[in-house]
T-cell receptor, first 108, second 122 residues
Framework: DSVLTQSPATLSLSPGERATLSCRAS??????LAWYQQKPGQAPRLLIY???NRAPGIPARVSGRGFGTHFTLTISSLEPEDFAVYYC??????????FGQGTRLELK | QVQLQESGPGLVKPSETLSLTCTVS????????WSWIRQSPGKGLEWIGY?????????NPSLKSRVTISVDTSKNHFSLRLKSVTAADTAIYYC?????FGHGSETYYNVWGQGTLVTVSS
């Protein structure tokens, strides 16, 4: 199974700033990658699927890109509700999906 | 709108069997894949296994020897059994839905239960 490595582990930013999160796969996963947001006490919420497509209801300030082994999630202008933990998930060897270890986006 | 709800004991003794049920409401259990995923501080998010509405299953190799997932279409629910538990199995357990391999939002876990904390302790 492909191992996903997320960086940085923690990102400290202010509202209005741009956030860029990275997810690297240990082997080629094409575009079988999703991004999730998780807030305390809640289940993960799907933000991006197939590396670059926004899930229903996700605002346009959230975007994803990448293919193969390197992927990024960008939030163009942070809102207060964006501060959370973000995970990437690969499904190239469905159903054996694996998650990254997460990036905590915290208020500076 | 489909909703998932996990239920089961919050405390399990070491060496015993953890049993959870996920009830599907607002939609049919048919034509989807139903997974169990757990989250612990030590191992992050970990896929445990899935059951298809037909009863077909597949499991994470690291847990395969201890896991059984089953479905009851008449009750619109599916269940997890994890035997011989240890403290390392302490986690929040989630149930989730996807539509199988391919592209599209539904091929990822796009519907989740709220999660239930299971603690393994004597």
């Amino acid at each position: 199974d492909s191992v996903l490595t997320q960086s940085p582990a923690t990102l400290s930013l202010s509202p209005g700033e741009r956030a860029t999160l990275s997810c690297r796969a240990s082997q080629n996963i094409n575009n079988y990658l999703a991004w999730y947001q998780q807030k305390p006490g809640q289940a993960p919420r799907l933000l991006i699927y197939d590396a670059s497509n926004r899930a229903p209801g996700i605002p346009a300030r959230v975007s994803g890109r990448g293919f193969g082994t390197h992927f990024t999630l960008t939030i163009s202008s942070l809102e207060p509700e964006d501060f959370a933990v973000y995970y990437c998930l690969q499904r190239s060897n469905w159903p054996h999906g694996t998650f990254g270890q997460g990036t905590r986006l915290e208020l500076k | 709108q489909v909703q998932l709800q996990e239920s089961g004991p919050g405390l399990v003794k070491p060496s015993e069997t953890l049993s959870l049920t996920c009830t599907v409401s607002g939609g049919s259990i048919s034509l989807y894949y139903w997974s169990w995923i757990r989250q612990s501080p030590g191992k992050g998010l970990e896929w445990i296994g899935y059951v298809y509405y037909s009863g077909r299953t597949d499991y994470n190799p690291s847990l395969k020897s201890r896991v059984t997932i089953s479905v009851d279409t008449s009750k619109n629910h599916f269940s997890l059994r994890l035997k011989s538990v240890t403290a390392a199995d302490t986690a929040i357990y989630y149930c989730a839905r996807d539509s199988g391999f391919g592209h599209g939002s539904e091929t990822y876990y796009n519907v989740w239960g709220q999660g239930t904390l299971v603690t393994v302790s004597s």
